[in-house]
């Protein structure tokens, strides 16, 4: 099990706002955080990262924006459209997808984005928020942690999440667009609630919150059950943001195909097992 308390990078993570490394801090923290997602799904925690550190972490996702993949699509919430469906099924109807994105192994280990995943006590942290006894880094080494870059007019389609959370750590913003929306528990296990999605997805807003975070922003967010979006970028300056993927298993790979859509090649790195 990883230790929540092992060695805070205190030059990345704000530690005078967020004491992961005081017991009582911490705990109020995961209560506060498990509440959030009973209640919306998502979790917001600003300045997680300090100003200087997520400068640097910009900085470098810019000079690495060649290596990135670029994908322009029209997707639904549930994958690729369905041919034969009622019209207005949800099923049927595809929203845009267009962004760039950096595989995990465009990164060097020393990058500070990869110090910041590969921190035990944050693997720990978000164990405990999610209410899991064991968690691991995912060892994909494309996709454990990765960086998606929007430009103007780009935006990332209505979906659902296979998994169960994500954590995303937002680098830069845009200068307008780029939010994050979404509609909470808009189906459940038991109910795909098919016409509630559709309304979103045709651009009813009744169910769609809106959340614009900073640069910084530390999010959890559980879409498994809540649609969600991002909406498209207006301005030159890009939306870059990190995404970090955990498992309850050590050894979490993805298939080829799904890295050459992601990505846009297979791997061409492995990882140490942790």
């Avoid at 005078?16 to 209560?31: F, G, H, K, Q, T």
């Avoid at 693997?123 to 064991?134: H, K, L, N, Q, Y």
């Avoid at 909406?231 to 300056?237: E, I, N, Q, Y």
Wanted: aromatic share 8%; glycine share 6%; net charge negative.
């Amino acid at each position: 099990m990883n230790d929540p308390f092992a060695a805070p990078p205190n030059d990345l993570i704000d530690l005078a706002r967020y004491r992961l490394d005081n017991p009582a801090s911490r705990e109020a923290l995961v209560a506060d955080a498990q509440q959030g997602l009973a209640a919306s799904s998502c979790v917001v925690l600003p300045g997680f990262v300090r100003r200087d550190a997520i400068e640097r972490m910009a900085a470098e996702s810019t000079r690495l924006r060649p290596r990135a993949w670029r994908r322009d699509d029209a997707m639904t919430p549930y994958g690729p459209p369905v041919a034969g469906l009622p019209p207005g099924d949800p099923r049927a109807i595809a929203t845009p997808l267009a962004m760039r994105t950096l595989a995990g192994d465009d990164f060097e280990a020393s990058s500070d984005i990869v110090r910041l995943y590969r921190w035990d006590g944050l693997t720990r942290f978000i164990a405990d928020v999610m209410g899991e006894t064991e968690l691991h880094r995912v060892f994909d080494p494309l996709f454990g942690c990765n960086v998606t870059i929007l430009d103007e007019g780009d935006t990332h389609h209505w979906h659902f999440d296979s998994n169960d959370f994500v954590i995303s750590l937002l680098l830069q913003s845009a200068e307008s667009g780029g939010d994050f929306e979404f509609a909470p528990h808009i189906r459940s296990a038991d109910d795909e609630n098919h016409g509630a999605v559709a309304e979103v997805l045709r651009g009813g807003r009744d169910r769609v919150k809106t959340v614009r975070v900073e640069a910084g922003t530390l999010m959890m967010f559980c879409g498994k059950y809540s649609v969600h979006r991002v909406s498209p970028v207006k301005g030159t300056r890009p939306r870059m943001i990190a995404l970090f993927s955990y498992d309850k298993r050590p050894d979490k790979m993805f298939s080829d195909a799904t890295a050459a859509r992601v990505f846009g090649r297979k791997r061409v790195t492995q990882l140490v097992a942790e």
